[in-house]
């Protein structure tokens, strides 16, 4: 659910004021002409992040990485106006939200910390409050390009690894490739047992399958098509596998210990 911070006139009170409690309002840092920096989330990644694994305390002492989340709340949604544009965009504002969740204290270890990381925090994007399930389910999956399911990371283990570079428009399908090959070819995410034609897949695969079958039919065909083995990836269009679904282990994909305060459940 949308919050908006309420704008209050002072001008004629009574009829005014009213209006203003009726209408919502963007937040007033929000310009048509702003657009975000992926530059410096660029750099945030590239000092804190390693083979995915996320240095939340160093992120925490970056200034950069402030400065693009404060960029985020006020980058006009009038600038996100190609299909591109908005998937890097809602991309690198969901990959930083997730981690400044991290840093606020919150973790989606427990169901509760779920609820709570997805659905419960706000943040400012583009002058609007929304939260992080909301970026995903109704900004990012209607562009209709299921490998933002290989993008975003929601700090944990099972999550596809955390780029060390932001995403930007103008390589933005090479880097969804990159992204669905490094995820679906990862073995500590999805086994291919060609012998046994068993799939040991990411539950990613489950909760998601429907973006899968309408980008390919079904999913074993979409992941042939990103299947580096071309025994597995011939199987896989045959739709000879039995797939399986793996817990999903929601630790914390890096390291976060700063004194005093560790992540909530």
């Known amino acids: 659910m949308h919050t908006y911070p309420l704008n209050h006139r002072f001008m004629l009170p009574a009829l005014l004021l009213a209006t203003a409690l009726l209408l919502p309002s963007h937040s007033p840092q929000a310009a048509d002409d702003v657009a975000p920096g992926y530059e410096l989330l660029d750099g945030v990644l590239l000092r804190g992040v390693r083979n995915g694994f996320v240095d939340y305390d160093s992120i925490r002492l970056d200034p950069a990485f402030a400065d693009f989340v404060e960029q985020v709340g006020a980058a006009s949604e009038e600038m996100l106006r190609e299909p591109n544009d908005r998937l890097a965009f809602y991309i690198n504002a969901y990959n930083a939200l997730a981690i400044q969740g991290i840093l606020d204290g919150r973790s989606p270890r427990s169901a509760w910390g779920r609820l709570l990381f997805f659905r419960l925090a706000g943040y400012t994007v583009h002058g609007t ?134 992540p909530a459940d």
Not at 156 to 174: F, G, K, N, Q, V
Not at 191 to 204: E, M, N, P, V
């Open 129 to 262: 409050k929304m939260n992080l399930s909301e970026l995903e389910k109704e900004r990012l999956i209607p562009i209709g390009d299921p490998r933002i399911h290989f993008a975003i990371v929601c700090a944990s283990i099972s999550c596809p690894r955390l780029s060390d570079r932001a995403y930007e428009p103008e390589t933005m399908d090479d880097d969804l490739n990159t992204a669905a090959r490094r995820f679906i070819n990862d073995q500590s995410r999805n086994r291919f047992d060609l012998a046994r034609k068993t799939a040991y897949l990411s539950r990613i695969f489950a909760w998601y399958q429907p973006d899968f079958e309408a980008a390919a039919g079904s999913v074993q065909t979409y992941l042939s098509g990103f299947v580096d083995n071309p025994e597995v990836a011939a199987a896989l269009e045959k739709g000879e596998f039995h797939l399986e679904f793996d817990d999903y282990d929601w630790n914390l994909n890096g390291s976060f210990t700063k004194p005093g305060r560790r």
